[in-house]
């Protein structure tokens, strides 16, 4: 039968106990079925009292820019997703009255006791590990930087070559020197400037100025002329 209609209570209780073992409406990523029963909600669920539904539309709500190009159907209805089978009508006004039941109560929909069910947490657990271990499959490439950077000697004496051969004797893993020049300063002074590769987690720029700075026979400053993601 599908979720009912989510303008009631009644429908977000069915969404809530949905999600009480899942972390999306169907499968183990974000879908279509997910882009549907987000944009079907008109503000997000109570967090005390859709605690579910509320941790899923949070986590669907940073999806937002990728709605449409996630995969599934977009021209299903919400109201195709959730239980197969439930006794709940999709308009509430139509059901049955029941004299001292208020609507904001919480409804058993498919009669299961109050006690969280063992067997639903086992495989609420089993899929958060499948998930876990499917993302972690997924290798990302490291984030890297392209830089270029000034290192400026004492006077016109200096030997550049020395300095440019000190430079590029650091080594260190995320780490590659690119094409370098000497550039005139002024009063016959040039400095280096060389460019490099660096990933971001791997390379500290302030520590790799310091080891340059250690020429002390040479370097008298470095500075960070550019630097761009790549």
């Not at 009631?8 to 969404?15: A, D, K, P, R």
């Not at 005390?48 to 159907?73: T, V």
């Not at 899929?127 to 997924?138: D, Q, V």
């Not at 004797?169 to 490099?196: C, P």
């Given at each position: 039968?599908g979720?009912?209609?989510f303008?009631?209570?009644?429908?977000?209780?069915?969404?809530?106990?949905?999600?009480?073992?899942?972390?999306?409406?169907?499968g183990y990523?974000?879908s279509?079925?997910?882009?549907?029963?987000?944009k079907?909600?008109?503000?997000a669920?109570?967090s005390?009292?859709?605690?579910?539904?509320?941790?899923w539309?949070?986590h669907?709500?940073?999806?937002?820019?990728?709605?449409?190009?996630?995969?599934?159907?977009?021209s299903?209805?919400?109201?195709?997703?959730?239980?197969?089978k439930?006794?709940?009508?999709?308009?509430?006004?139509?059901?049955p009255?029941?004299?001292?039941?208020?609507?904001?109560?919480?409804?058993?929909?498919?009669?299961?006791?109050d006690?969280?069910?063992?067997a639903a947490e086992k495989?609420?657990?089993?899929?958060?590990?499948?998930y876990?271990?499917?993302?972690?499959?997924?290798?990302?490439?490291?984030?890297k930087s392209?830089?270029?950077l000034?290192?400026?000697?004492w006077?016109?004496?200096?030997?550049?070559?020395?300095?440019?051969?000190?430079?590029?004797a650091?080594e260190?893993?995320?780490l590659?020197?690119?094409?370098s020049?000497?550039?005139?300063?002024?009063?016959?002074?040039?400095?280096?400037?060389?460019?490099l590769?660096i990933?971001?987690?791997?390379?500290?720029?302030?520590?790799?100025q310091?080891?340059?700075?250690?020429d002390e026979?040479?370097?008298?400053?470095?500075?960070?002329?550019?630097?761009?993601?790549?």
């Amino acid at each position: 039968m599908g979720f009912a209609d989510f303008a009631s209570n009644v429908g977000i209780t069915m969404l809530n106990n949905w999600l009480e073992t899942r972390s999306y409406i169907v499968g183990y990523g974000p879908s279509q079925a997910d882009v549907q029963s987000f944009k079907a909600l008109k503000e997000a669920p109570d967090s005390k009292k859709f605690p579910h539904a509320a941790r899923w539309y949070k986590h669907i709500s940073s999806y937002e820019s990728e709605f449409s190009s996630l995969p599934g159907d977009p021209s299903k209805a919400y109201t195709t997703y959730g239980p197969e089978k439930t006794e709940t009508t999709l308009n509430p006004a139509k059901a049955p009255a029941n004299e001292g039941v208020d609507d904001d109560e919480d409804i058993d929909l498919f009669g299961s006791d109050d006690e969280e069910d063992a067997a639903a947490e086992k495989l609420k657990n089993e899929r958060l590990e499948e998930y876990k271990k499917k993302k972690a499959g997924k290798d990302k490439p490291a984030a890297k930087s392209i830089v270029t950077l000034d290192v400026k000697p004492w006077d016109d004496e200096t030997d550049m070559k020395e300095l440019e051969a000190n430079t590029r004797a650091i080594e260190q893993d995320g780490l590659v020197w690119g094409g370098s020049k000497l550039v005139a300063v002024g009063f016959g002074i040039k400095k280096l400037q060389i460019n490099l590769v660096i990933e971001d987690e791997k390379v500290s720029l302030d520590d790799l100025q310091e080891k340059i700075a250690e020429d002390e026979d040479h370097v008298q400053s470095t500075d960070v002329v550019a630097m761009q993601k790549l």
